[in-house]
């Protein structure tokens, strides 16, 4: 498989995939930003699972693509399991010129994203005074918890909060209910939620829910379709490609 596509090539965005349609619903407004700020360029999405049309699926018909993870942090899914169906879809069309970019984050833009949220939620940015729970959905992963967490320390750095820190959702610890309890019982004036997360669901309800009970001021809302992460899938269409000439 030649593995060069051209600076227009279509780029699909593979996700996930959930079974609350709202996910879906998410997905396809983020690309429509990304096709308004790129008129012209095919852009299509792909699931993993719950959803259709699948990576393969989506490449039917192509000659060439970029494939980008429309997923926060690397692990299983990035690593194995969107490469595996990339394969796939080579093996039925050996003359397939695709390229698989990397995941969305780390990336400032996606910083630039969450503040948008939170501020769309009444907090003001950079507050001293106010504690920052930076929630992701968790991994079995070390790796992606880890980047997670260095996120946290720094946006910490970048702007003068009272704190930033990780929380979550599942298969790490803490979870978001106990560090809006840690952080409040350590002083924080005031406790503030930024999930990190991309579409609405299981986890973002969860979240909400259980920091609202736990205390905390605010919860913001998922990034979802916020420009930045729209200028961020057309960075990485573009670092894909370059990285791609640059091998051959």
Request: charged letters at 20%; one cysteine or more; a neutral charge.
């Amino acid at each position: 498989m030649t593995t060069v596509p051209h600076a227009g090539a279509p780029l699909i965005a593979v996700a996930h995939g959930s079974r609350d349609p709202r996910a879906a619903a998410t997905v396809e407004a983020l690309l429509d930003g990304v096709r308004r700020a790129r008129p012209g360029l095919d852009v299509r999405a792909a699931y993993l699972d719950h959803a259709t049309p699948s990576l393969p699926q989506a490449l039917s018909g192509l000659d060439e693509a970029v494939v980008l993870p429309l997923l926060l942090t690397a692990a299983y899914h990035s690593r194995v399991d969107i490469p595996a169906a990339l394969r796939e879809a080579a093996g039925r069309t050996p003359l397939l010129r695709a390229v698989c970019g990397p995941t969305l984050g780390p990336h400032p833009l996606l910083v630039r994203a969450l503040e948008r949220r939170l501020a769309e939620a009444g907090v003001e940015i950079g507050d001293p005074d106010t504690a920052v729970v930076l929630v992701s959905a968790g991994s079995s992963d070390r790796r992606a918890n880890a980047t997670i967490a260095a996120v946290a320390r720094e946006w910490t750095r970048t702007r003068p909060w009272w704190s930033v820190t990780a929380a979550y959702a599942s298969a790490a610890a803490p979870t978001p209910r106990d560090e809006v309890v840690r952080l409040t019982r350590a002083g924080a004036p005031k406790v503030v939620v930024a999930p990190y997360l991309l579409a609405p669901g299981y986890f973002a309800d969860a979240v909400e829910r259980d920091t609202l009970e736990a205390g905390a001021h605010a919860v913001a809302g998922v990034l979802g379709p916020a420009p930045e992460l729209a200028a961020l899938l057309l960075e990485r269409h573009a670092q894909a490609v370059r990285a791609a000439s640059a091998a051959a």
